[in-house]
């Protein structure tokens, strides 16, 4: 049963929220001094949402979250892996084939291409595994953020430094309007690795 | 001292991709806890969740500033489940009733939850322990818009204005809603504890105050 004078059910939702008008939660609190009943019920509601909250924040408490920013920037690009991941499956690329297949997993325009690489000994067949130099590995890479065509150092372990300038993945070209995925791209001729074959 | 809101998307906005992910970190465990309790699946609000920061991020440029970042950002949240849940299609809002006219008599939903010690009916001590389990329940039985502003009010501590910029409601809805929602708890959870769990499952009807 409840008593007519009784604060309504919606004053007490609104107290307990801290949001009744100064008069109002005066008037409210002088009537819970003197009420057992109202009081039950306050407590109640707040016992209630105290309970919501611990439960949900208990179990996100229990989550592992160390992954899931990342996951969140994983989603931001679906179709574009990082420019990181692309130059080291390209570095792979080149120990094993042609320079054009590697030039055109970056998605490079070939004008805009040149390739200087500083090897201290000619590279032999097998000669990787007999010596035990791994060969160059990527070790740094880093863009100038403001140039339009880009230049991409690659560190190797052994102070050698292979440096491309590329075309700014997300910029536009200045010249050519050709489609950066063209699969096929080789340098030109003036320009050719020194130091061996390839 | 941690940066705050405002620079961390500035700089999101201008790329800076490591800012938008310290803003993720700041909020992924928040933002996960009200999902959860919207969607009730914990995989489901995981995804939702992400889902929730990507729409961020993708919607950077529209958020003026003028605003806390956070209502801004869980008002994107709570949009995203209630879409999640109306693609589900499971519980319909129109289902349930929401019922301006009737005055809830909260003596009668009275839980005893802080009750005296004398009172040691086992169902009352039953529900004390299962209480957040049908705490869950009972939130599910919600319409999506009464369990995101009692979720966000309980979760987030959220004030009324902030609630009303979140959900985009005028001020005074929010104050009657949260009550209905707080209302529908109470009658839920009574019907759990006068130990009734098929009763307990069906929508309140129409017009009264629950068919006991």
């Known amino acids: 049963m409840s008593d007519p004078h009784c604060t309504s059910v919606q004053e007490l939702s609104a107290h307990l929220d801290g949001e009744l008008s100064v008069s109002a939660r005066v008037a409210l609190e002088a009537h819970l001094a003197g009420c057992p009943a109202c009081r039950a019920r306050l407590a109640e509601l707040r016992a209630v949402g105290v309970a919501l909250r611990r439960r949900f924040e208990t179990q996100a408490e229990a989550r592992d979250f160390s992954g899931f920013a990342a996951s969140v920037l994983a989603r931001l690009q679906p179709y574009r892996p990082p420019l990181a991941e692309r130059l080291s499956v390209a570095w792979e690329e080149w120990k094993t084939h042609r320079p054009g297949t590697v030039l055109g997993g970056l998605g490079l325009i070939a004008a805009a291409v040149v390739a200087v690489l500083l090897l201290p000994q000619p590279p032999r067949p097998g000669a990787v595994a007999d010596t035990g130099r791994q060969g160059p590995s990527l070790e740094a890479v880093s863009t100038d953020e403001q140039s339009h065509i880009a230049p991409v150092v690659l560190k190797t372990e052994g102070g050698d430094a292979i440096i491309w300038l590329v075309d700014h993945p997300d910029r536009p070209s200045l010249s050519l309007g050709t489609d950066a995925s063209v699969p096929e791209v080789t340098p030109p001729a003036a320009v050719r690795p020194k130091g061996g074959q390839l | ?212």
């Open chain 2, 1 to 212: 001292m941690p940066t705050d809101d405002l620079t961390l998307v500035r700089r999101a906005r201008s790329g800076d991709q490591r800012a938008f992910g310290l803003l993720v970190e700041r909020y992924q465990k928040k933002v996960y806890a009200v999902a959860l309790g919207m969607v009730k699946d914990p995989e489901e609000a995981l995804d939702v969740s992400q889902e929730a920061f990507v729409k961020v991020y993708r919607y950077l440029d529209r958020f003026k500033g003028d605003s806390s970042f956070y209502t801004w950002l869980y008002r994107i949240t709570t949009n995203t489940c209630i879409d999640v849940l109306r693609r589900r299609g499971v519980n319909s809002s129109d289902s349930v009733e929401y019922d301006d006219t009737v005055q809830m008599d909260l003596s009668e939903a009275s839980l005893g939850l802080l009750s005296s010690q004398v009172d040691t009916s086992p169902a009352r001590s039953a529900l004390r322990r299962e209480l957040g389990e049908k705490l869950e329940e009972a939130l599910a039985e919600l319409p999506e818009k009464h369990r995101a502003i009692l979720l966000l009010r309980e979760m987030e501590g959220m004030s009324y204005e902030d609630l009303a910029r979140t959900l985009e409601i005028p001020k005074g809805t929010v104050m009657s809603r949260l009550f209905h929602a707080r209302a529908k708890v109470q009658r839920l959870l009574a019907r759990y504890l006068n130990d009734e769990p098929a009763k307990a499952k069906t929508p309140l009807k129409k017009g009264g105050q629950g068919s006991e």
